[in-house]
């Protein structure tokens, strides 16, 4: 991760030999010093296909979200049974969608879906911040 004052860049390189329709990413993303993941900002990013996003507040609901992009470059061909390379994910998002702008650092959770299976890093929830990862911008 990276950020330049107003936005945080996150890029994310899956390696997965056999990528198929529905091997999506989630990333879940609020304030350093938060206790819980109300405010907390949802990302889906489906290999193929336009993000969508969420947000809590009071429960995740699925919002519109301006300012975030995403882009993901495939390294193979999806659901062909050949193998591939994987993909990578870059992100840019506002800082200003969080109310100290990121000045606390940030957490995050990165989830990987690969068909119906999701997967973490860190063994953390959407529910709570417990395990996110702390991303420290300088």
Do not use: H
């Amino acid at each position: 991760a990276a950020n330049d004052g107003d936005s945080l860049f996150i890029l994310v390189d899956r390696s997965d030999k056999y990528l198929n329709v529905g091997d999506d990413l989630i990333v879940y993303l609020t304030e350093g010093n938060a206790e819980s993941v109300e405010g907390a900002v949802r990302i889906s990013i489906p290999l193929e296909g336009t993000p969508s996003f969420g947000k809590n507040e009071g429960g995740w609901r699925d919002v519109d979200i301006p300012g975030i992009k995403c882009v993901t470059t495939v390294v193979g061909t999806p659901s062909d049974g050949r193998s591939d390379s994987g993909y990578v994910t870059e992100m840019s998002i506002p800082l200003s969608l969080f109310s100290k702008k990121g000045t606390d650092g940030m957490l995050i959770d990165v989830v990987v879906v690969d068909g119906t299976t999701q997967d973490t890093f860190t063994g953390a929830n959407a529910n709570s911040t417990a395990r996110w990862m702390p991303v420290v911008l300088k």
